[in-house]
């Protein structure tokens, strides 16, 4: 993770092509020409997506930035955004140099196979940001053109309804469409009257109601504040000492899009208040930037850390989407992620062991111990489907198999005779049916490193497409 950080940290010291205009509040006209020239004269990495109207008829843009813009790549997605309160302008202007950062020299950010996809909305409320006028925006005001606030305006995750007492608005609309469509697996939204790091929930205090993920939320929140550039050590401050704050204990609202984005998308997303004051001076962008350049590039290592995959159908090897990723014993409150209309999923977590299940309607689930060790573990999964004929399994009766030895120290061997069949995968329980070890039987020749295991018995089960073959017991010396 901090090997992508550093070399981000040199690129954000480089003077870049288009950071120079970024040191006062645009016009509506000129930001959206900087969003059309930037894709345009990018077009290799970015696309420039609407994602909708406002209710005066203003773009709602964001722009993609990927090795692959015009096309999916299985990689995690991060969404950035802004001025969703349209007088909370000084996180747009990070975004805005943010996309400089990213595009002057794509080599050592987006080309990097490491990095994310990058979706980016400076200006979420243009309404509100230019009530005044299409001029810079020093009238904004918080509200959209309906006088409505679009930060409570999200359907509730105690009810699935507005609790706001208003009708969705437009922007809503278009902002949940475009976030379901998209699936994005990450997402940080700004603001500004405050200086803190908000994570969810924004509806529960956590004496009632944690998150499951509390401690990761914690974890990217203390890399977060540790990367700011604060010589004064006050900035992030006012509202904790350490910068970090559960939303509910602060103050409880409802209808946020932080806890609509991690409930109903499962995506989790936190919420940056990045400066006390709503507005600015412009001469001080300048410092804001410095302080927040660094911070803003942990959001991409931490997708980086957990673990992902695709997900296929055994028999067709077909990607199969909606695919749910659940942790036994860990997730709750709608915390299980999903396969997207690719099969790609990608479940972000700390370093551990955690049984984790692939279920999907019509398929048989399967479970998968998987250990994450500070990196982007991969597994690949194939589900089998319920209907899948005997023809299709191929008469497993036929296959000529050994599994040896029975005692052993390291190593268990599983030698196919003859042509190794696809879909041949094997699990090691306990005595007590604990997955230990589970993995696909890649050769004729597999062999099976058990050095981890403790000195004991265990029961081999090896499967052909879902269908037993064979229980073995072994014992580890």
């Known amino acids: 993770m901090k090997k992508l950080l550093l070399s981000i940290i040199l690129l954000c010291c480089l003077p870049t092509l288009y950071a120079r ?11 959206i020409q900087y969003m059309q020239e930037i894709s345009e004269t990018h077009k290799d990495i970015c696309r420039l997506d609407t994602i909708g109207f406002s209710v005066n008829g203003r773009l709602l843009l964001c722009l993609k930035i990927s090795s692959s813009p015009n096309g999916e790549i299985n990689k995690p997605k991060f969404f950035y955004s802004a001025a969703m309160h349209g007088n909370e302008l000084t996180g747009a202007i990070m975004l805005l140099r943010l996309i400089d950062s990213l595009v002057t020299n794509p080599d050592n950010t987006v080309n990097l196979p490491h990095f994310p996809v990058v979706y980016i909305c400076p200006f979420a409320n243009p309404d509100g940001t230019w009530v005044g006028g299409n001029n810079k925006p020093y009238a904004a005001v918080r509200y959209n053109a309906n006088y409505v606030d ?16 208003e009708n969705r608005q437009v922007e809503t609309e278009a902002f949940i469409e475009y976030q379901m469509k998209e699936k994005f697996n990450l997402s940080c939204n700004l603001h500004t009257g405050s200086e803190v790091f908000n994570y969810p929930w924004d ?10 993920d509390d401690d990761w939320f914690k974890t990217l929140g203390n890399d977060f504040i540790t990367e700011l550039n604060d010589e004064s050590g006050k900035y992030f401050t006012d509202v904790s000492s350490n910068g970090i704050v559960e939303g509910g204990d602060w103050y409880v609202i409802h209808g946020s899009r932080q806890d609509w984005s ?12 990045v400066s006390m004051d709503y507005i600015v001076p412009e001469n001080t962008l300048d410092n804001y930037w410095h302080k927040l350049k660094n ?25 199969l989407a909606d695919v749910k990723v659940e942790m036994e014993q860990y997730d709750k409150d709608s915390s299980q992620v999903f396969s997207n209309d690719y099969g790609y999923y990608f ?7 955690y049984s984790v299940t692939f279920s999907k309607d019509g ?28 023809n299709e399994i191929k008469n497993t009766t036929n296959i000529s198999y050994k599994i040896y030895p ?14 190794c069949p696809q879909h041949l995968t094997y699990t090691i329980t306990d005595m007590e049916g604990i997955v230990k070890i589970t993995g696909r039987v890649k050769s004729c020749t597999e062999k099976i490193n058990i050095g981890q295991l403790s000195a004991g018995s265990y029961i081999l089960r090896l499967n052909n497409n879902n269908y037993p073959l064979s229980i073995e017991k072994f014992i580890k010396k």
């Open 150 to 165: 679009l930060n409570r305006n999200y359907p509730d995750i105690r009810n699935g309804r507005n609790t706001d007492g």
């Open 21 to 31: 205009n970024h040191d006062s509040y645009p016009s509506y006209e000129s930001y």
């Open 295 to 319: 911070s803003l590039f942990v959001f991409f290592d931490y997708c980086n850390l957990g673990f992902n995959g695709i997900i296929t159908d055994s028999i067709t090897s077909k990607t």
């Open 406 to 419: 029975t005692i052993a120290e390291n190593e268990i061997t599983i030698q196919i005779f003859g042509n």
């Open 262 to 273: 991690t409930y109903f998308a499962h995506c989790r997303e936190v919420t940056l208040e």
């Open 363 to 390: 398929y048989y689930s399967k479970t998968y111990n998987i250990n994450v060790t500070n990196s982007l573990e991969e597994q690949n999964v194939e589900l089998v489907p319920i209907n899948t004929s005997d």
């Open 347 to 353: 479940r972000p977590i700390l370093d551990g062991t």
């Open 203 to 212: 509806s529960y205090i956590s004496e009632r109601n944690k998150h499951a």
